[in-house]
Nanobody, 126 residues
Framework: EVQLVESGGGLVQPGGSLRLSCAVSSYTYRNRCMGWFRQAPGKEREAVAAMSTGGSATYYADSVKGRFTISQDNAKTMVYLQMNSLKPEDTAMYFC???????????????????WGQGTQVTVSS
């Protein structure tokens, strides 16, 4: 069974940075597609970023382009989300998720992500 465990959330001031980490337990999902989603209170879960872990393709929501970067370690056991220039509207619970593959047309849809972590809270506030 695939297990995803997020860490790295916290409270940060506007303009600050955080790096979220997702530990991937399954060898299988170290060569698939990994994504980050977020959900603010009262709002729907939305896609933030994704990457093809077996290749180099990355995908970003327009709201985070230029500020967030998704990456992985060489062993493909960790997926990261570097978040810079954080804004109050970035406040949400952030989730790591895995699916078989991703493309421009599919990476941001919740359907298809079969595995989810428990989430880590990010709060951007002064």
């Amino acid at each position: 069974e695939v297990q995803l465990v997020e860490s790295g959330g916290g409270l940060v001031q506007p303009g600050g940075s955080l790096r979220l980490s997702c530990a991937v337990s399954s060898y299988t999902y170290r060569n698939r597609c990994m994504g980050w989603f977020r959900q603010a209170p009262g709002k729907e879960r939305e896609a933030v970023a994704a990457m093809s872990t077996g290749g180099s393709a990355t995908y970003y929501a327009d709201s985070v382009k230029g500020r967030f970067t998704i990456s992985q370690d060489n062993a493909k056991t960790m997926v990261y989300l570097q978040m810079n220039s954080l804004k109050p509207e970035d406040t949400a619970m952030y989730f790591c998720a895995g699916r078989e593959w991703c493309s421009t047309g599919t990476w941001s849809t919740l359907v298809g992500y079969n595995y989810w972590g428990q989430g880590t809270q990010v709060t951007v506030s002064s």
